[in-house]
């Protein structure tokens, strides 16, 4: 099965499966993954080495968001990063009629924005 790779530096719809129980719909939610300078190569290098992992961490808050209310925000600190994530209504997502196929999908209440940073590098003795 391919793997989604959220995009550094942008905002994208995705679709949440179900829960296990039946009768759950799928879900699609706002996701925005940013640094705080668009052109910051450090940044941008270290969310390259990191964005499998990274990927798969934003996902997984979402559904889990899904399932129970998590904190409007979070911290997560990996070897090479810090993540802050936060949550806010969203909106414009009741607006709009999503479908996956012929399925239609519920607009989950939040959106998601995750900002990005390397931590600097450590010099060698």
Wanted: proline share 7%; net charge neutral; glycine share 4%.
């Amino acid at each position: 099965m391919p793997r989604l790779l959220i995009p550094l530096n942008d905002t994208i719809v995705v679709c949440l499966p179900a829960g296990i129980a039946e009768g759950r719909p799928h879900y699609a939610t706002q996701i925005t993954c940013k640094t705080e300078k668009p052109d910051d190569i450090d940044a941008i290098t270290t969310y390259y080495m990191v964005r499998h992992e990274l990927s798969d961490l934003v996902l997984r808050i979402a559904m889990a968001h899904l399932a129970s209310a998590m904190p409007s925000t979070l911290a997560f600190e990996g070897d090479h990063y810090r993540l802050h994530a936060r949550h806010s209504p969203w909106t414009f997502g009741k607006k709009v009629a999503f479908m996956w196929g012929n399925e239609t999908l519920e607009s989950s209440e939040d959106k998601w924005t995750f900002l990005f940073t390397a931590k600097p590098k450590q010099m060698a003795p």
